[in-house]
């Protein structure tokens, strides 16, 4: 099936992990995918692993920094030279830290708050620009499943994925009007290297607490992406989607 036939996509953090699956989930759809990464090098290995799997993908790598308003608009613009045009851009690039709040370091707070939550809206912005032009788009973040529930340490990362759930549900409402839907999915843990390197008397009493019995796979998330930027999501928009396993913490 190829539910993204002919539409161009624009993947921050996709270099690895979620992103990565993402990326190859839409390229595996039809879309023309721009991937982004914080290391030309890390994008340069994410591109040739794509490649050798199929060497018809339409794929291009870019480095910009996020944090910085005009990269990110450049980025924007590379791929609407590249590509013609930019269907979907995913907001996914995102960091945590697990500190208790008597040691969290306000630089750690802000470095938080500046990639998940100020990068993802000058991503937005950018791309909404371009949208709007174009007559509509998609807009999609990723989340997390403790921008529902927060989590017991590390105070900086819920809070940053609450502000990512209040930003998608705003621009829902703001760009409508300008056909360009916006959503978040909130994953629950999924198995990324970070997960995957857990030792089992870790990982075991965590999967205890998931009613589905296991961990997320990236591919799970990934499915979410797909339905929230293709034509069968067309009337679905300012939503939090959990994919979690109905986890509860
Ligand atoms: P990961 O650490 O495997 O990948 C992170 C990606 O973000 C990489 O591609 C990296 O290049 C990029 N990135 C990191 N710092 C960056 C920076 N300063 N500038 C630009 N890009 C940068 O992470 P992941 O687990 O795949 O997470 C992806 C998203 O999913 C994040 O937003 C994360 O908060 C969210 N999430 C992950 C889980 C999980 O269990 N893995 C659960 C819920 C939400």
Do not use: W
């Not at 005009?70 to 851009?89: H, N, Y």
């Not at 990639?115 to 997390?144: D, P, R, W, Y």
């Amino acid at each position: 099936m190829e539910l993204l036939k002919g539409k161009v996509a624009m993947v921050t953090g996709g270099t690895r992990g979620i992103g990565y699956a993402i990326v190859k989930k839409y390229l595996d759809n039809g879309a023309a995918v721009a991937l982004c990464g914080s290391r030309q090098e890390t994008v340069d290995k994410a591109l040739e692993k794509l490649k050798a799997d199929n060497a018809d993908y339409k794929v291009i790598g870019l480095c910009p920094d996020l944090k910085n308003p005009s990269e990110v608009e450049s980025a924007v613009a590379t791929v609407k030279e590249t590509f013609g045009r930019l269907d979907i851009m995913v907001n996914n690039a995102g960091i945590s830290a697990r500190d208790s709040i008597y040691d969290y370091k306000p630089e750690e707070f802000s470095g938080i708050m500046d990639l998940n939550v100020t990068a993802t809206f000058h991503c937005a912005q950018a791309a909404a620009k371009v949208m709007k032009e174009q007559g509509g788009g998609v807009i999609l973040n990723t989340s997390s499943m403790v921008s529902i529930y927060g989590q017991p340490a590390g105070v900086g990362y819920p809070t940053s994925k609450f502000a990512v759930n209040g930003l998608t549900k705003s621009l829902a409402r703001e760009l409508g009007k300008d056909n360009i839907r916006v959503n978040a999915v909130a994953p629950g843990v999924t198995r990324t290297d970070m997960v995957a390197a857990l030792p089992d008397e870790v990982i075991k009493p965590l999967i205890a607490t998931i009613p589905l019995g296991r961990v997320g796979e990236p591919e799970d998330v990934a499915n979410a992406f797909l339905y929230l930027a293709s034509d069968m999501a067309s009337y679905v928009t300012g939503v939090v989607l959990s994919v979690d396993g109905a986890a509860r913490s």
